[in-house]
Structures are given as C-alpha cells and as structure tokens.
C-alpha cells in the first residue's frame, strides 16, 4: 500500500529554518508529482508547494515564495520541504502528497496523503 510519511516538524523560533520530509513507498515514486499542503487551526488546508515528477518544475503560493524549496530524491523515494525565514504565520500541520494527475495547479486529483508533521513557530 501507498504510504507518506512526513517528519522534520518542531518548534521554532521567527526567522529560523527548518527542513520537512517525506519518505515514500509502495508506489514508483519517480513518477509521481509530490506537493505540500498546510492547514492551521481554524483554517482551510492550503497549497504550499509542489514538484513535478522529472522535476522540471516547482510551483509555490504567494505566501512563501522567496522563502519555500520543494525538491526531491529519487535515490531515497523522499521530498524535501526547506523552509527559511519562517514567520509565525507558518505555524500548521504541514502535509505532503503524491499524484499523477491534477485538477489544477493546487488540487492533486485523488491524491494519497501522509499522515502531517506540526511546525510551530515562535515570536
């Protein structure tokens, strides 16, 4: 069966970085698109980012462009969310999920998604 699973989470402080992964198995995962998703309390969940599978192409929401990386490791079936400069308004549940097909841009068509990894940020 298809699993994600995120880790890399924790608290910090404003102006930090972290790295969130998601290791993968039981799919061919060279040849899925990965994307990132967050949802904070109170909140929709959101796109945050996502990578093609040849990964010729990362897209990014407005919100973290500049600040945000989606990449990936075909060798270790993961990708990788690097977060810089992270603000207190990043804090969420951070998701990755794998697809072959999208809806648009932001909606993966029947994704599988992992389970999420928590990202507090502190002022």
């Known amino acids: 069966q298809v699993q994600l699973v995120e880790s890399g989470g924790g608290l910090v402080q404003a102006g930090d970085s972290l790295r969130l992964s998601c290791a993968t198995s039981g799919l061919i995962f060279s040849t899925y698109n990965m994307a990132w998703f967050r949802q904070a309390p109170g909140k929709e969940r959101e796109f945050v980012g996502a990578i093609t599978w040849s990964a010729s192409n990362t897209y990014y929401a407005d919100s973290v462009k500049g600040r945000f990386t989606v990449s990936r490791d075909n060798a270790k079936n993961t990708v990788y969310l690097q977060m810089n400069r992270l603000k207190t308004e990043d804090t969420a549940v951070y998701y990755c999920?794998?697809?072959?097909?999208?809806?648009?841009?932001?909606?993966?068509?029947?994704?599988?998604w992992g389970q999420g990894t928590q990202v507090t940020v502190s002022s």
């Open positions: 999920a794998a697809t072959k097909t999208w809806v648009d841009i932001s909606t993966p068509k029947a994704p599988d």
